[in-house]
């Protein structure tokens, strides 16, 4: 059954992607945050490329799409991951994890408000309302009122995860007859290409000190966590909808708050563990329409 098979995928992602920011995280106390996307670029794609040739993908036969691969990339790879290696440097892992749930309320935003895609409702609304106010106590009032480096952690999280929103939609839009594997081929060369170069421009790569440890990480980061769960991702998009694809982050926090706590010994107050539920429930408010009909 496709429910089942989706709801492994989403699980599968949703593990990586959590994984994904423990891992930025390791690295990024010796490796500057740029180079770290670039890093994860470049293995990412070369994973992605050998799995298109092993699998006899025509890669040129969508070359036409450039300029979109290229606005995408620009979207959902760059920014997104920039705002999310600098955004990680203010934030514990949990609560990165915890911000992903920006997206999902975000597209509701965008596609009720914005792209008229999907019709208003008052459940929609009090869905997102519920979403945002489960989000201000994960985060803490105090940490929004003081406007610290908490809150600047938030903004460029928040953000990036509000962009990869809009790329969702965008993507369900104009690529959805494409392969998932070439959707992901493509936007993470364009990415590869564009970090890389920022990483020369603005930093030092080749000087560097990196350990096991941070290649260890690099690789994981690359090959699991992006080729993977990026793959999956576009997947998702292309045969179930943004929709589906964004319940993904209803399992993401619950992940992200276990390997913050279980690796790095982050704490997890309740207050933290209420708003993630009260999160996870406007999600599902301004998603039950469509869990009733699908």
């Known amino acids: 059954m496709p429910i089942v098979k989706y709801s492994i995928l989403m699980l599968y992602i949703a593990l990586v992607w959590a994984s994904a920011i423990l891992f930025v995280k390791t690295e990024e106390a010796t490796v500057p945050p740029i180079t770290i996307m670039a890093g994860r670029a470049l293995l990412a794609f070369l994973t992605i490329f050998v799995i298109a040739l092993i699998t006899r993908k025509k890669i040129l036969g969508v070359i036409s799409y450039w300029p979109k691969f290229l606005f995408l990339s620009l979207i959902g790879i760059v920014l997104v991951w920039i705002g999310l290696a600098f955004g990680q440097e203010y934030l514990s892992v949990g609560l990165a994890s915890v911000l992903v749930t920006v997206t999902p309320l975000f597209t509701f935003v965008a596609l009720v408000f914005f792209m008229r895609m999907e ?46 929103a809009i790329n969702g939609i965008l993507i369900m839009r104009w690529l959805r007859v494409i392969d998932p594997i070439i959707t992901t081929l493509y936007l993470i060369f364009f990415g590869a290409v564009i970090l890389t170069a920022l990483a020369f421009i603005f930093e030092s790569p080749v000087q560097v000190p990196w350990t096991k440890e941070t290649i260890a990480s690099e690789l994981a980061l690359a090959v699991i966590c992006t080729a993977s769960g990026y793959f999956g991702y576009f997947y998702l998009i292309r045969n179930a909808g943004a929709y589906v694809a964004s319940f993904i982050f209803y399992f993401l926090p619950i992940f992200g708050l276990l390997e913050g706590h279980l690796f790095r010994g982050e704490a997890v107050s309740i207050t933290q563990i209420a708003g993630v539920v009260i999160v996870i429930l406007g999600i599902y408010t301004i998603n039950c329409q469509k869990f009733k009909d699908g």
């Open 119 to 164: 019709k208003f409702s008052l459940t929609g609304l009090g869905g997102l309302l519920m979403g945002f106010a489960g989000l201000v106590l994960v985060i803490g009032l105090h940490n929004i009122l003081s406007g610290g480096s908490t809150l600047l952690g938030v903004f460029y999280i928040g953000g990036s995860f509000a962009l990869l």
